[in-house]
């Protein structure tokens, strides 16, 4: 008999929880599912190119530090700001969130890019809402110039915390 891992739900059709759909819950649970179904069943070795340049501005950026959360905005006034976007810690204490609200397209285009590394088995999950590089998206990151993707990296913000 498999157990599953504790932070997976059973994937019944229960209904999700107003509260969960608040925080995103099954983004980041889904996201989170491709995590570990590429821990436990990993692919053979994806081309860099296949990628998204999203997905490789993301994967360039975290290339030192390796660390990502999910976040959302809930308290603002325009939807597009409380978009699910990606969160990059690229050095200790420095993040930068892959998020505009005037440009929801890219944003989301961003978030795809995301899912495209869980998918491949770059990034593990951890906890809730915090993902990090695996062993693969660190080798794979040392192979992109940042250089290259600079333009995409400009459009995430600083944020705080």
Not at 109 to 133: I, M, N, P, T, Y
Request: hydrophobic share 40%.
């Amino acid at each position: 008999m498999t157990i599953p891992p504790r932070h997976l739900s059973d994937h019944s059709n229960k209904p999700t929880a107003w509260q969960e759909l608040a925080e995103g819950a099954p983004t980041i649970l889904r996201l989170a599912c491709l995590c570990a179904e590429m821990l436990t069943q990993p692919t053979a070795e994806i081309e860099l190119e296949e990628l998204s340049r999203e997905a490789k501005a993301i994967l360039v950026l975290a290339g030192q530090r390796g660390t990502f959360d999910i976040r959302a905005n809930r308290d603002s006034f325009d939807s597009a700001d409380r978009f699910l976007a990606v969160c990059v810690e690229y050095e200790l204490d420095q993040r930068r969130l892959f998020l505009q609200k005037n440009n929801p397209k890219q944003t989301v285009k961003f978030l795809e890019g995301f899912r495209e590394l869980c998918a491949v088995g770059f990034v593990l999950h951890h906890l809730q809402r915090d993902f990090s590089l695996s062993s693969r998206g660190y080798a794979a990151a040392t192979q992109l110039r940042q250089a290259d993707y600079q333009d995409l990296i400009d459009f995430a913000v600083e944020v705080d915390g």
